[in-house]
C-alpha cells in the first residue's frame, strides 16, 4: 500500500445543533478517494448516533418523529446566520434545514410535508412541489459558497435507506459533483462530441419505453435500468439545471403518478435522485431518476454492491406500457 498515494480530504459542516441548545456545531466529513479504482467513501462517526425509526412502531401511530410539526422546531438543526439568515428555509408546508448528520459541507433535509405520510399514494402533487421549491433556495445557498453542483435525492422507508420515515428529500451541493454524477456529466459530454447531439434528447424519442409527459417534462424507462421499475423524467426543453427550470411543477405532477402506479404494483418504498448540471450544456438535460425498492428481501446484493450491475424482475418495455396508464 506504501507505494499508492491514498487521497483525502475533509469537509466540515457547521450548523446550529438542537441537542446542544442550538449552539454552533462543526462535524468533520472526511472523503476517501481510492486510488486506482476512484471508489468515494464519505465518513462521519458522527452518523452511529442517529436515530432509526421502526415501521411497525409507526404505522398507525406517531409517537415520537424529530420532523413531526410538534417537535420539528425543537429538534432540527438549523443554519447558521452565514448561511440563512432565518435559520430553515420555509416554503409552503416545507421545511428546510442542516442534516444533523452530514455526509458533506452542505447537506440539507427538506421535509415537504408536515403530515407524517408513510404512503406513497397519499403524497400529493402541492407537497412536492413545495419540497422542490424549498430545496432550490437551499441550492442558491451553494451557490453562494461556490458549490455549484446540487444533488436532491429521496429515499422513503427504511428498505430504501431512510432512517426517519416522515417524507424528506436531502440535498447536497458540492464543488465537482458526486462520483456518479461526474461519471453521467462525461459520457454525456462525450456522446455530444463524437455523435454532435444529445444523449438526452435522443432517450426522449424512444417510443418503445416511452410513458408520458407532464408540463416541462418527458417520462420514459430506460433501456437498462439502475433498479427495479426505473423511470427517468427529462427535461423536454434540454435545461441543464433544474435551478433553471420552470418545469418544477410538471416535476411534481409526473412524480405522483408515477408513485400512484408504483402503489398500484406493490411497491411500498422508493429512491428518487436529481442529475442536475449547474450551467447550461447541449450536451446535459437535467433528470429525474426514480426506482421501486422491495422490503424484503432486501434487493441490494453482491451483484449491485461489488460487481456494479443490477439485477432487475421486469423488462422496461413491459412496464413502461403500464406506468403509461397513468399519465392518460
Ligand atoms: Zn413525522
Request: contains cysteine; glycine residues 8%; aromatic residues 12%.
Amino acid at each position: 500500500m506504501k507505494d499508492l498515494i491514498l487521497k483525502k480530504f475533509n469537509e466540515s459542516s457547521r450548523f446550529l445543533n438542537p441537542i446542544k441548545e442550538f449552539m454552533e456545531d462543526e462535524q468533520e466529513i472526511e472523503i476517501r478517494v481510492d486510488p486506482v479504482i476512484g471508489i468515494i467513501s464519505r465518513i462521519n462517526m458522527n452518523r452511529v448516533l442517529r436515530p432509526k425509526q421502526k415501521i411497525d412502531e409507526l404505522k398507525y401511530s406517531c409517537d415520537y418523529c424529530p420532523f413531526c410539526p410538534d417537535n420539528i422546531e425543537r429538534d432540527t438543526p438549523k443554519f447558521t446566520r452565514e448561511y440563512f439568515e432565518e435559520g430553515r428555509i420555509k416554503v409552503g408546508g416545507a421545511m428546510v434545514f442542516p442534516n444533523l448528520f452530514p455526509l458533506a459541507e452542505l447537506h440539507g433535509v427538506c421535509v415537504f410535508t408536515p403530515k407524517h405520510k408513510l404512503n406513497i399514494i397519499e403524497i400529493d402533487e402541492n407537497e412536492i412541489f413545495d419540497g422542490l421549491r424549498a430545496s432550490m433556495e437551499f441550492f442558491l445557498i451553494g451557490r453562494r459558497k461556490n458549490l455549484l453542483y446540487h444533488f436532491l435525492g429521496w429515499n422513503h422507508l427504511s428498505s430504501a435507506g431512510a432512517s426517519i420515515l416522515h417524507p424528506h428529500f436531502q440535498l447536497i451541493c458540492s464543488r465537482v459533483g458526486l462520483n456518479y454524477e461526474r461519471i453521467i456529466f462525461e459520457a454525456s459530454e462525450r456522446y455530444w462530441k463524437e455523435k454532435g447531439k444529445s444523449y438526452w434528447r435522443e432517450l426522449m424519442k424512444d417510443e418503445e419505453r416511452y410513458i408520458g409527459e407532464s408540463e416541462g417534462i418527458t417520462w420514459i424507462a430506460p433501456w437498462a435500468p439502475m433498479g427495479n421499475f426505473e423511470v427517468i423524467g427529462i427535461s423536454t426543453e434540454g435545461i441543464s439545471s433544474i435551478m433553471r427550470s420552470n418545469a418544477l411543477r410538471g416535476i411534481a405532477s409526473g412524480i405522483v403518478k408515477i408513485l400512484k402506479a408504483f402503489w398500484s404494483l406493490g411497491i411500498r418504498s422508493i429512491n428518487m435522485g436529481v442529475f442536475s448540471y449547474p450551467e447550461q450544456k447541449e450536451w446535459f438535460s437535467f433528470h429525474i431518476r426514480i426506482i421501486a425498492r422491495s422490503d424484503s428481501p432486501n434487493d441490494r446484493g453482491f451483484l449491485e454492491i461489488f460487481c456494479g450491475e443490477i439485477g432487475v424482475l421486469a423488462p422496461p418495455e413491459i412496464y413502461s406500457k403500464y406506468i403509461r396508464n397513468f399519465f392518460k
